[in-house]
């Protein structure tokens, strides 16, 4: 799987859209982009998944570029609930080996 | 989405002793399950990937006699860890997924493992 890079931490003011980014510049074409988040001493929580096209849900948006070499996760209207360790990861679609591994992630610290 | 509930969510033992740690997909049938662990102040590391009904895939350096999972039914997995030390005191977190597709794997709450 392709590996990703995100800055260590990011500090966001609540109300304000947060853009998180990530690199991930060997990514294969049939690897998806997919963002998680992990709350203090809480499992992960699946945020969105993409391949080509721009996605939103009531979460969040997931900006690709046209290269699929970075992505932005756009958190419209951050809240305090929303500081975390953000975690952008390159899949594979399919197959035994489709397993999430997770980097360092970004620590998004959303201020009052 | 879907829920995935871990029992216990913290467990205190000494060392020596083993513990289990259980992991239930409650509304969906889980045909993969995943036991992450994770350190203070470091990201997940994936231990091992079981499917229903055969043995764990271990990753690279985990010991698979340690650490014994067994996936028996499509709900149900659990992680053994035997003879705990003290430095397998971790935060162990179990994820699912169904199918072998790109559906996105549901993670559980996590179990805080302290080994005196």
């Known amino acids: 799987d392709a590996k990703t890079t995100q800055p260590t931490s990011m500090d966001c003011a609540e109300g304000r859209a947060a853009n998180l980014p990530c690199n991930h510049s060997?990514?294969?074409?049939?690897?998806?982009v997919y963002w998680y988040r992990q709350i203090h001493s809480q499992g992960p929580q699946y945020i969105i998944h993409?391949?080509?096209n721009n996605e939103t849900n009531e979460m969040a948006s997931l900006i690709i570029t046209e290269d699929r070499k970075s992505s932005t996760l756009i958190l419209p209207h951050a809240t305090l609930r929303d500081t975390a360790v953000y975690y952008c990861?390159?899949?594979?679609?399919?197959?035994?080996?489709?397993?999430?591994?997770f980097g360092t992630g970004t620590l998004l610290a959303v201020q009052p | 989405g879907a829920v995935v509930s871990q029992h216990p969510s913290w467990v205190i033992c000494k060392s020596g002793t083993s513990v289990k740690i259980e992991c239930r997909s409650l509304?969906?049938?889980?045909?993969?399950m995943f036991w992450y662990r994770q350190f203070p102040k470091q990201s997940l590391m994936l231990m091992a990937t079981?499917?229903?009904?055969?043995?764990?895939?271990?990753e690279q350096g985990v010991e698979k006699d340690k650490f014994l999972i067994n996936h028996a039914s499509l709900t149900l997995s659990t992680l053994t860890v035997t003879s705990a030390h003290p430095e397998d005191s971790s935060f162990y977190i179990c994820?699912?997924?169904?199918?072998?597709?790109?559906?996105?794997?549901?993670f559980g709450p996590g179990t805080r493992l302290t080994v005196l």
């Open positions: 994820s699912a997924r169904w199918g072998n597709t790109g559906n996105e794997q549901f």
């Open positions: 060997t990514i294969s074409g049939n690897e998806y």
């Open positions: 993409g391949l080509k």
């Open positions: 990861i390159v899949r594979l679609y399919g197959g035994a080996t489709n397993k999430l591994i």
């Open positions: 509304d969906f049938q889980a045909t993969t």
């Open positions: 079981s499917n229903e009904g055969s043995k764990a895939t271990y």
